[in-house]
T-cell receptor, first 116, second 112 residues
Framework: DSGVTQTPKHLITATGQRVTLRCSPR?????VYWYQQSLDQGLQFLIQ???????AKGNILERFSAQQFPDLHSELNLSSLELGDSALYFC???????????????FGPGTRLTVL | QKEVEQDPGPLSVPEGAIVSLNCTYS??????FMWYRQYSRKGPELLMY????GNKEDGRFTAQVDKSSKYISLFIRDSQPSDSATYLC????????????FGTGTRLLVSP
């Protein structure tokens, strides 16, 4: 168990809808990262927050947004959902902000999103 | 072309075999190289990381980086059924925010 929790585990929704994925980082970790994992694209970095502030953006669509709250939990909001948004969404956390190998990221169990 | 290429497998081996997992990458600026293991229905977990070229050993696992050929390898000795998982290689730059760039993963099956 990595200490990172994600809810819900599974989410089934329809095209055009909006969903919110939630992540609680490990105790003491200030950085939260969101990733999308699909079969054809693999694991892709979406966005990072550090202590409430956005620090880095990856391949995140404009329909997606995230925030990190004062208690350090984070939410990823996905709107105007399309079939292609079906994927596993992982949250990871780390102590620092560099995000690299020296700042180990601990991954949660993921949320499986299915858009019908 | 993807920045990190990895054969998806599956790679099936008998218990006790030596396993070789490989990735290639395109950006010569990458300096950090990592291997993650992902069990079914779980998040990835960091196995090992190396900086620049060379070898690093941890128990039955050896990570090897050849920057001249942009080739990353993970060797597993005396493979066990519990090693059955998907192995993801990842790279990162050495400056600024070190975004992790992942390969798509190789599925390994170790049969008893």
């Amino acid at each position: 168990d990595s200490g990172v929790t994600q809810t819900p585990k599974h989410l089934i929704t329809a095209t055009g809808q909006r969903v919110t994925l939630r992540c609680s980082p490990r105790s003491g970790d200030l950085s939260v990262y969101w990733y999308q994992q699909s079969l054809d694209q693999g694991l892709q970095f979406l966005i990072q927050y550090y202590n409430g502030e956005e620090r880095a953006k990856g391949n995140i669509l404009e329909r997606f947004s995230a925030q990190q709250f004062p208690d350090l939990h984070s939410e990823l909001n996905l709107s105007s959902l399309e079939l292609g948004d079906s994927a596993l969404y992982f949250c990871a956390s780390s102590i620092h902000t560099s995000g690299g190998a020296a700042d180990t990221q601990y991954f949660g169990p993921g949320t499986r999103l299915t858009v019908l | 072309q993807k920045e990190v290429e990895q054969d998806p497998g599956p790679l099936s081996v008998p218990e006790g075999a030596i396993v070789s997992l490989n990735c290639t990458y395109s950006n010569s600026a990458f300096q950090y190289f990592m291997w993650y293991r992902q069990y079914s229905r779980k998040g990835p977990e960091l196995l090992m990381y190396t900086y620049s070229s060379g070898n690093k050993e941890d128990g039955r696992f050896t990570a090897q980086v050849d920057k001249s050929s942009k080739y990353i390898s993970l060797f597993i000795r005396d493979s066990q059924p519990s090693d059955s998982a998907t192995y993801l290689c990842a790279t990162a730059l050495n400056t600024g925010f070190q975004k992790l760039v992942f390969g798509t993963g190789t599925r390994l099956l170790v049969s008893p």
